[in-house]
């Protein structure tokens, strides 16, 4: 049992349908869909409930309205919107009253879970939902170093590797950290000294500023679902999103892809939690899109049909950072007119036009699913940075779209 400490970063969040969640082995596996780069998007906060939380701070309504719908399957998707990591290890650990963090069983999903991949999460056992919340724990990197191991034991080891990292430990013994951008080594000079494992600068020794470090692993905590959450009939969905920062992980552009205030000492890492709405019509596809981009703020999803057609398409959501819109779903819209079969594009836009554009298949194809159907319920996620901006290799993802059934089999 861990105490909860700066290395999760984690936040509770607050409001209406926060809840919890448990134990790995019993856990359902269901990765749903292949995650891959995109183009970027923003947080939103409509619809209800929209929470919202931050790395090391405090947690926030994304307000909306009650969730007046009758109460269904209880049902939990997560998405994988981290702008800096191209896959990660998902983990749970149990939250008790007293702030205990407990890391339980293996990961969730036995590949790692791509960068747009969601997976669906129903039944945990070993948790009391009324009284314990749920922590989602992310580690990326070098993803081979935990293969085998546990959750607390992958935990572990990705805390070493960035202390390692940290101190300097692969360029030599006794670094201190520097400020994101370089490292200060003690010992690499002096008499009899060296910067290798376990020396240490003799008598006369000074210090020597080296390049930042890159840690083969990276471990951030989530923030939590609270109690009561995850068994109020709802379909919920999590995505995390930002960036989970370290050494190296800057540029020139990094808040535009990680969100206002990021730098690699000062992680962005969060999520954004909402409740779908199950409204259908048998005759047409409900929809709703959901905006979980730190770094855009209000955009537009349409679904636009193929070049060279002039056609402004179809309006699928007006959204908000941290917002789930329409609510209750839109069922207005037939799969003929979304044109999802048809190679239409859904798109992202602003005031100012088309920020990026991805075709129905791949929208789909990141949520596990082949095809639309009328009379059921879907959500467009939009993850990632500021939608216009390009993946930067080794670095920064781009804005991506995945799409998640309401009530998946």
């Not at 580690?139 to 300097?168: K, M, N, P, T």
């Amino acid at each position: 049992m861990l105490r909860r400490g700066l290395w999760l970063g984690s936040l509770l969040f607050a409001g209406a349908f926060v809840a919890c969640v448990t134990n790995h082995d019993a856990l359902e596996k269901k990765p749903a869909g292949r995650g891959n780069g995109g183009a970027g998007g923003t947080l939103a906060s409509a619809g209800a409930p929209g929470l919202l939380g931050g790395f090391g701070g405090e947690a926030a309504n994304a307000g909306g309205h009650a969730d007046d719908e009758p109460p269904g399957e209880s049902v939990l998707t997560i998405v994988n919107g981290l702008v800096d990591a191209p896959r990660v290890a998902l983990c749970l650990a149990k939250l008790d009253a007293d702030g205990n963090v407990t890391p339980l069983g293996s990961p969730l999903t036995d590949a790692p879970l791509e960068y747009g991949q969601s997976w669906v999460l129903r039944e945990v056992d070993g948790v009391d939902f009324a009284s314990e919340g749920l922590e989602p724990i992310v580690i990326a990197g070098e993803l081979d170093l935990i293969a085998g191991l546990d959750c607390e034991a992958a935990i572990e080891r990705a805390r070493s590797e960035e202390a390692l990292a940290d101190a300097g430990g692969y360029l030599g013994a006794g670094g201190a950290a520097g400020d994101g951008n370089g490292m200060n080594v003690a010992g690499a000079a002096g008499d009899g000294g060296s910067g290798g494992a376990g020396g240490s600068g003799g008598e006369g020794g000074s210090s020597v500023a080296l390049p930042a470090v890159r840690s083969a692993l990276r471990v951030r905590g989530l923030p939590a679902i609270s109690a009561g959450t995850l068994d109020a009939g709802r379909s919920l969905v999590y995505v995390a999103n930002g960036c989970l920062g370290g050494a190296t992980y800057s540029g020139a552009d990094a808040e535009q892809y990680c969100g206002a205030g990021y730098t690699p000492r000062e992680p962005s890492a969060s999520a954004v939690l909402v409740s779908l709405s199950r409204q259908v019509s048998d005759d047409h596809v409900a929809l709703q899109g959901v905006h979980a981009a730190l770094a855009t703020a209000k955009v537009e999803l349409r679904s636009r049909p193929p070049f060279p057609s002039t056609s402004t398409g179809i309006a699928i959501a007006s959204l908000s950072l941290g917002q789930v819109a329409p609510r209750p779903a839109s069922i207005q819209n037939t799969l003929f007119d979304l044109g999802s079969g048809r190679k239409y594009q859904v798109s992202v836009e602003d005031s100012n036009g088309l920020l990026f554009s991805q075709s129905w298949s791949s929208v789909l194809a990141q949520g596990g699913l082949s095809e639309l159907k009328n009379g059921q319920g879907y959500a467009l996620v939009l993850s990632g940075p500021r939608p216009d901006l390009k993946a930067v290799p080794d670095l920064w993802n781009a804005a991506m779209l995945t799409a998640i059934a309401v009530n998946p089999e």
